[in-house]
């Protein structure tokens, strides 16, 4: 296969980006796109040009890092990881826009890749459970149904890349905090933090200059491992319930 | 013919932190005459803990609620994407809840014999008691465990062994206890007792005193390179999989860290016990750039089989029954499809090598869901597989519902790693090395869903119990200063060779360097080792190293986000690394776990042990690049489980 | 917990939707009111009427309508304040706009800010022409509803913007009302199908009943 790829050049977060043009031959259907992305890049280090930045590691579609909007999806046509993709979702000829994620929350630090860290602050400001390691009581003792437990595993799968934000006309990070509220507000063990933990998760998300919902869809659409739109109502709900029960 | 292969060998090293007695005892032994520091001075203390995986994250975790100063470092950009992450299959533990004969002690057996006889008694038994512990632990933290209708957790039993121990949050049980180690690093961030440094990396090692005090740390967003203090080390950053280009490990996982400790005097254990993985999806060209797993799990109810016919070309459901082989099955009646790692994928090889592999190039077997979709139906097999079902159908384009899955072994994990005492330390005091990135636990072989179970008992409970004795040992050692002269000359040492990288604008990438010595290994310290391929190897790799630093071409700058650079610089050291894991290879001219020498097999194929002659850990010491190393062996003694030539017929 | 509400993206969400459900209330009784129209003058006077006397003896004359309207102005304000809020803010969220363009990626949220500006300056003007008479065609009868209709529908224009403003209505309802029921916490899996019915049949009947009267008027019907 031979491609045109358009892809966003910016050399620092404080330059100005551009789309720039490349061709690329010899592309097989079987690879993954972001080895489409090597073959480029091996190419333009022997031509001692600087070669496209992106983030990647696993390739497996699990540890979230590849965070390409490719032809104006959130890593490309196919529900998946960028990783995950291959070009035979692609056809001869075409021409293809690379574009990094786009959201004041996620600045751009080079060509392709951007500072997600407000995610991990999101996480820091409520995210968890608060369980000291020494502290755990005997597994078994307090059974989970299997309804809450599949429900706080599906919300669990969240790999936190962020394609919810690129994809949300809004730049909102609503998908990605209902996923972990969610995660940890339907099991028993999360239920003594349950309302101060939405509650700054929220906080957070706002103060880190995230938009808000108008439930267009969009995350739920790009997101990778499939969290529903549901999700955000879900987390909606638990919100209102936690200003009712928490005087601050 | 033998200046490459060329080591000598220094004393015995010995482990002086193991106690004596009953095994069961041990640990609780060692933690009660462990000193303890006072609570109020932990704070005083820093910590460096450099990655942020199961054992890592969970270190962090830990140390920072017992009031420690943890300054953490990975080189991803967010803590939670470490490459624990992308562990599918499960966690076992000797919970006993199917009540189906499971124990500590048979954990402890299954886990001695699953390493064919070259780990630690003391410290495997400590691993199968802390197991339990590890799986409160993680359902206290929120971690979404598989269960059963009744609520209570479900388990499913894995390769090498007989009960139903692995506990697992469908395929993606590594995510899953990862975030929950995420999360309570995040918590401790958060409380300020964590001061975390993502992007990055982590190029060196400062020795004071004989003394590890801190790192040589390079941003890797401004390309600063940086001087961290501690009054100790934990090192977490992982395996060297990676040395052989194609593995299924993350691109960027590497073995700088643990390499850049071993050259300042960190011993190096058993570097050629690497994991090869018998179910990955085959390659499908020359730019495959990683390798993808399929859980181990996929072998409770898939069946592997080739054609008995060489050559056979028909499509799989053209092939009748009586003329496929399923070979497990037939030489290991027993166990069949869930033999052990190391045995599975050398059965796939050998039929592989005897001209009945399938798929392109012919480096493949099936592994047929057939009889268990009739079995239990579609749905499931869906329910318990469908994640990686559709895993594989996204890379391969085919339906495994419809045609048997096509897997071979990969790179996957390496037993092998820094050399530690029971205490977790490294031969540098104040250095301490968990998880992936030490040797301990596995021995020769590591059994499937006993990775994630190391890397959290390390982290949760081994480290930081035992780092008290060492920071109460050797209290307030005296501030180190970015201008102490070693400090500056470690920092010096890197960036010249920072500088030297970007300064030879060669005409080859990193990535072809890297190819090269993968390729290299994959064929001469892979799957089956002999005498004159390691041999080769040797005499190799110094010719690689030597055009490497003539041809490297690296664009760019120092002073940016580069990731050329950063390739660059792993490269490097994986440069060193190859030569010895192919140097220990060859020393050890026996066959064990995951190291098969072509000389030491019995007359069916297996694997022959020399118990007499290598029932030790080779720690290997630094001498110098391209200089021979010095072999300090660490007698391994056997009261419990004894050493028999492993059967799983 | 007024200030978490106010300060909180997601507590501005729950302003916009309370204060919109209420709005959609008062806009059912209103069509429901409206289509008295067609029974003739005296009926839809008298109904004029009685709106202001409701609650008599107890409430004085017109007590009851002016409580309903200091509710709607509160709802219409609180919900265009947040709705305001809540745009500057998510334009800012996205500074830089993707070169790639997908057409589809903001139908929603793009309907909703258009048409709440559209219906903004539609009640402005609605109030001024059938409520105070300021900008009534011809001459404005206070007590006499049932003309001041039949006089703003007789003129092209007084069509067009009612006409375009009900259509707002109705596009703003459908994602409104289900958008609501999610920033409320209300929807589920289960009751989604549900919820977009109602939404839609809502949207549906609404912008129908309203359009009902203009129509009337052209056709005759109404005079």
Redesign the interface.
Known sequence: MKLTL?V?RQ??ADADGT?STYEVDGI?P???F??ML??L??E???K????V?F???????????CSL?I???AHGP?R?TTC?L?M?SFRDGDTI?I?PW????FPV??DL?V???A??RI???G??????????????A?????PD??L??EH??C??CGACVA??????AMLFTSAKVN??NV?P??APERETRV?DM??Q??EE??????????CATACPKGI???S??????????A??KV?? | MTTYADYTTGDPVADTKAPSGPVHERWDKRRFEAKLVNPANRRKHTVIVVGTGLAGGSAGATLAEQGYHVVQFCYQDSPRRAHSIAAQGGINAAKNYRNDGDSIHRLFYDTVKGGDFRARESNVHRLAQISVEIIDQCVAQGVPFAREYGGLLDTRSFGGVQVSRTFYARGQTGQQLLLGAYQALSRQIAAGNIEMHPRTEMLDLIVVDGRARGIVARDLITGKIDTYFADAVVLASGGYGNVFYLSTNAMNSNATAIWRAHRRGAYFANPCFTQIHPTCIPRTGDHQSKLTLMSESLRNDGRIWVPKAKGDTRPPHRIPEDERDYYLERIYPSFGNLVPRDIASRAAKNVCDEGRGVGPGGQGVYLDFADAIQRMGRKAVEARYGNLFDMYQRITDEDPYEVPMRIYPAVHYTMGGLWVDYDLQTTIPGLFAVGEANFSDHGANRLGASALMQGLADGYFVLPATINDYLARHPHQGEVTGDHPVVQEVLAETEDRINLLLSVDGDRTPDSFHREVGELMWEFCGMARSDVGLRKALERIPQIREEFWRRIKVPGTGQEFNQSLEKANRVVDYLELAELMCLDALHRTESCGGHFREESQTPDGEAARKDEQFSYAAAWEFTGTGEAPVLHKEDLVFEYVHPTQRSYA | MARTMWDSSVGKKTVMAVSGVIMLLYLVAHVIGNLKIFFGPEEFNHYGHWLRTVGEPFMHYEWTLWLVRIVLLVAVVAHAVSAYQLSRRDIKARPSKYVHKKPRASYATRTMRWGGIILGLFIVWHVLDLTTGHVHPGGFQEGHPYENVVDTFSTWYGNVIYIVAMLAVGLHVRHGFWSAAQTLGVGSRTRDRALKTIANVLALLLTAGFIAVPVGVMTGVVS
């Open positions: 358009r966003w050399k620092n789309m097989s079987d690879m993954s972001l080895e090597d073959t890049n091996e333009l280090i022997l001692g040009e600087d070669p930045a983030d990647h590691d696993c390739r497996e579609g699990i540890c979230g890092a909007v032809n104006g999806d196919e998946t995950q291959h035979r826009d574009e786009r959201a004041a929350a630090i080079k890749v500072d997600r860290s995610f991990d996480i820091q400001a995210g968890y459970i608060t369980a000291p390691t020494g502290s755990a009581p005997e597994a078994h307090t059974p989970v149904p299997k437990a599949d706080a595993f669990a799968e790999i936190g994809a949300c006309p809004n730049g909102a995660h940890l099991l063990q999360g509650l929220v906080a998300m706002d200059g995230f938009g808000g919902c108008t439930l267009a869809g969009e529903p739109l549901m955000i109502t879900s987390m909606n709900k638990e919100w209102l319930r200003t009712r005087k601050r």
